[in-house]
């Protein structure tokens, strides 16, 4: 009974001092004690998911070529042939070592590529292990929609990709120790908090668009490849009568933005927090993230600059008259990184971070009601009042959502998503 009023204290703590660095007390006391593992991580079977490398992309777009063919065809294109092949024997050397490591710990393991990552695969598999970056991770996750299976990511090339959803870099060079520690239970299970979509109105049903990968000449179709039969299943069961309220079959593991697609266009909607009142609000849109979006899109939002800490040491030492040296490069720094560092939150916690972008107000100064720009909430209701509005998921997966369509965004814990911590 102890731990649990003291979960609930501080729990309501942490949400009534937003954005307060004293947290970071609570987040760790939360993860030491509730998502501790003591037992070996031995799964009968995975499925491995790999990622298709910039050169095996280039060569499936022609395979008719000669190796040095491509390498002038690439060449014309003003893309270096060397580097494309360096990074894709670092990435299948990686492969190799991951493959290796499984065999030796007598895990059955099922290598299959973007193409061929089904659902069946997952229903048969123990857990599911990606081999690749952050996107890999996100396209390995996309189609895990329950908490009971867990995904680990192994980030292959760590000179080029941070792979904060992967095992810590230094695993990439010692993966045996890796695997070690899983089989002794020497970790914690984390278990990622994803955002549930709800939409209510018309033309809910319209298929969605997927936001490609620009540096690459064809789309990748991160979403969509692995999606079109959640896609499918979550259609109305009869076209004669469609249905008015939809969950999305997909969940927000970074962040959802809502917003005119044009961003010179101000996005108008009426936004409630926690079941509040119903306010009507002008922006350049709202962006909604989980903890472990909040390293992501929504610090880069909220963040201080040093020139901005810089200009309110100054601001603030004229209109008090308090002795402070505006001129501290060390005390700028601290107070930056301590503001900024107060932005993040543990990807455990079930609530999410709501900013709202550029508000608009009418006077220089909020009106009394007007909604807070930037908070934490459990549930936030969105509804639309915009001429060409899309609700995009971990800026992959863009769906409509014009004048009238409301948005319910919940946390759940059957959608949490089952990761390992071995730091």
Request: with cysteine; aromatic share 10%; charged share 25%.
């Amino acid at each position: 009974m102890g731990s649990t009023c003291a979960y609930r204290l501080m729990n309501y703590t942490v949400k009534k001092n937003l954005f307060n660095y004293n947290k970071i007390g609570f987040e760790w006391w939360h993860s030491h004690h509730y998502s501790r593992h003591y037992t070996g991580f031995k799964p009968k079977n995975v499925v491995v998911l790999t990622k298709l490398t910039r050169y095996e992309f280039e060569k499936a777009k022609a395979p008719e070529l000669s190796e040095p063919e491509l390498k002038e065809l690439l060449t014309r294109r003003g893309s270096d042939y060397n580097t494309l092949l360096y990074h894709h024997n670092i990435h299948k050397k990686h492969e190799e070592q991951v493959l290796y490591e499984l065999e030796r710990h007598q895990i059955e393991a099922k290598v299959v590529d973007r193409f061929n990552y089904k659902e069946e695969d997952i229903n048969e598999a123990d857990a599911v292990i990606t081999i690749g970056g952050d996107g890999t991770f996100l396209l390995g996750a996309v189609r895990i929609t329950k908490n009971d299976k867990p995904i680990i990511g192994f980030n292959s090339d760590p000179t080029r990709s941070e792979g904060y959803l992967c095992l810590a870099k230094k695993f990439s060079s010692d993966i045996g120790k890796a695997f070690d520690r899983l089989v002794k239970g020497e970790f914690r299970w984390m278990y990622r908090k994803r955002i549930r979509i709800t939409l209510i109105g018309e033309n809910i049903y319209d298929p969605p668009v997927e936001l490609h990968d620009e540096q690459l000449s064809k789309p990748e179709y991160r979403y969509i490849d692995g999606l079109q039969e959640q896609l499918r299943n979550s259609e109305p069961e009869t076209k004669e009568v469609p249905q008015n309220v939809r969950v999305l079959p997909v969940l927000g593991l970074n962040e959802v933005y809502i917003g005119e697609k044009l961003s010179a266009r101000v996005s108008y909607y009426e936004l409630s927090v926690d079941n509040g009142e119903r306010v009507k609000t002008k922006s350049s849109g709202l962006c909604l993230s989980t903890g472990t979006g909040s390293t992501s899109w929504q610090f880069n939002i909220n963040k201080l600059t040093h020139q901005a800490v810089a200009n309110l040491l100054v601001a603030i030492k004229q209109e008090t008259g308090l002795m402070i040296d505006a001129q501290n490069e060390e005390l700028i720094n601290r107070i930056t990184n301590r503001f900024n560092h107060s932005l993040i939150f543990s990807p455990e916690l079930s609530m999410m971070a709501y900013t709202i972008r550029d508000p608009v107000s009418v006077g220089t100064l909020p009106k009394p009601g007007e909604m807070k720009p930037r908070g934490f909430a459990n549930k936030v209701e969105m509804k639309s009042r915009c001429f060409d509005a899309a609700l995009v998921i971990d800026g992959g997966l863009s769906f409509k959502f014009n004048d009238g369509t409301l948005a319910i965004f919940e946390m759940h814990d059957d959608d949490a998503l089952k990761t390992v911590v071995l730091d």
